[in-house]
């Protein structure tokens, strides 16, 4: 069992940078895979970046390549976003989710954080 609690988000211009963080309780936090996806009012879930349970591959939304960058401290337990060069499309609800390997389809993680709001104003 993996619980995942995401922090960050806020409200940020556009340009402007936020970092988000998910803390996850177990001991088995690197056995997972970690993904980001984000949902923004009156639209579907979507993937946004996803890292490796070792860290040694990441992958990314075309829409956030080059200005996102995830990360995890195995450590810590932890799974970042970096979000550089934000976008009033960028806003939306973002979360945190583990699974068994990486992929861009929600359905294949097992577990999700609450979600942390994320609004870039123009």
């Known amino acids: 069992q993996v619980q995942l609690v995401e922090s960050g988000g806020g409200l940020v211009q556009a340009g402007g940078s936020l970092r988000l963080s998910c803390a996850a309780s177990?001991?088995?936090?690197?056995?997972?895979?970690l993904g980001w996806f984000r949902q923004a009012p009156g639209k579907e879930r979507e993937f946004v970046a996803a890292v490796s349970s070792r860290g040694g591959s990441t992958h990314y939304a075309d829409s956030v390549k080059g200005r996102f960058t995830i990360s995890r401290d195995n450590a810590k337990n932890t799974v970042y976003l970096h979000m550089n060069s934000l976008k009033p499309e960028d806003t939306a609800v973002y979360y945190c989710?583990?699974?068994?390997?990486?992929?861009?389809?929600?359905?294949?993680?097992?577990?999700w954080g609450q979600g942390t709001q994320v609004t870039v104003s123009s």
């Open positions: 177990g001991r088995t936090f690197s056995s997972y895979a």
């Open positions: 989710a583990a699974g068994p390997t990486w992929s861009a389809y929600d359905a294949n993680y097992n577990y």
